[in-house]
């Protein structure tokens, strides 16, 4: 069945950048859509972005541009989300999530990782 | 994008059916049918209930349904059970290639 296993914890510094992986497994990895969505402590979710897997090409919302970077590796099925330019803020819990396929894209998400926390702290 | 507005709670008792709302705007909800709505318990990952608006997944209980009207999509939840307790978010494409989600409504069975 369909997996998305995601990296572990992070305790970042303020100003340093994080690296997030989302191992996909169980289904056709290169023609998918991965979103990112976070929730900070005591909010909301979050849509950071998102990669289309089969040619790598990416849109992520506004108030993160120019701070997140996503990327995938075919050979190993992997996507990854890299944040920069941390502050307190960014604290929060990062879900990679996968959009789904229902005779069209539904622009919905039928499989999530299961979340990775990352702490930014001084 | 502003998030999608929702009730910050909505309660009932088991049994009852409860409706959570979700509005948007023209350039959101009310320009496309593709709202979804997920579950989600603290500490794990949200499930989708809905999508494209009224379309429910494999697996997921027929209690859950959805409806769109003008910039308001709706998550109704007949029959109402304990397990049902959890927050509860609607998403939207709000194009191209972008999304926004609600402000988030915590349920709770009385």
């Known amino acids: 069945q369909v997996h998305l296993v995601q990296s572990g914890a992070e305790v970042k510094k303020p100003g340093a950048s994080v690296k997030v992986s989302c191992k996909a497994s169980g289904y056709t990895f290169s023609n998918s859509y991965m979103h990112w969505v976070r929730q900070a402590p005591g909010q909301g979710l979050e849509w950071m972005g998102l990669i289309n897997l089969s040619d790598s090409s990416i849109s992520y919302a506004q108030n993160l541009k120019g701070r997140v970077t996503m990327t995938r590796d075919t050979s190993t099925s992997t996507v990854y989300m890299e944040l920069s330019s941390l502050r307190s803020e960014d604290t929060a819990v990062y879900y990679c999530?996968?959009?789904?396929?229902?005779?069209?894209?539904?622009?919905?998400?039928?499989?999530w990782g299961q979340g990775t926390m990352v702490t930014v702290s001084s | 994008q502003s998030a999608l507005t929702q009730p910050a709670s909505v309660s009932g008792s088991p049994g009852q059916s409860i409706t959570i709302s979700c509005t948007g705007t023209s350039s959101d909800v009310g320009s496309y049918n593709f709202v979804s709505w997920y579950q989600h318990h603290p500490g794990k990952a949200p499930k989708l209930m809905i999508y494209e608006g009224s379309k429910r997944p494999s697996g997921v209980s027929n209690r859950f349904s959805g409806s769109k009207s003008g910039n308001t999509a709706s998550l109704t939840i007949s029959g109402l059970q304990a397990e049902d307790e959890a927050d509860y978010y609607c998403c939207s494409f709000v194009g191209p290639s972008t999304y926004v989600f609600g402000t988030g409504t915590k349920v709770t069975v009385l």
């Open positions: 999530a996968r959009e789904m396929y229902d005779n069209t894209w539904s622009k919905a998400f039928d499989m």
